[in-house]
């Protein structure tokens, strides 16, 4: 099991701030998170429309779509900052 945090319009289109799931063998990057969850729905699907602009954290560390994710205990799932 792994908890999934979601942000902003990430969050506001998914419709839940975060939930744990029990992730497929073939979801072994990042990228392939990205891939898998926008089979959930179509609230998933609109979130990750554009997975290229979508961030990811593990373990409260940014890291590019082609990062392991077999060692993390929370991943983050947010659209690019700005700032102000």
Do not use: C, S
Request: proline share 7%.
């Amino acid at each position: 099991m792994v908890k999934l945090v979601y942000f902003a319009w990430v969050r506001e289109r998914i419709d839940k701030p975060e939930e744990e799931l029990e992730l497929p063998a073939h979801v072994v990057t990042a990228g392939d998170l990205l891939a898998y969850l926008k089979t959930l729905g179509d609230g998933y699907a609109a979130a990750l429309e554009y997975p290229d602009v979508i961030r990811v954290a593990i373990n409260q560390e940014h890291v590019e779509h082609d990062e392991p994710i077999a060692d993390a205990r929370e991943i983050g799932i947010f659209p690019p900052m700005t700032g102000g």
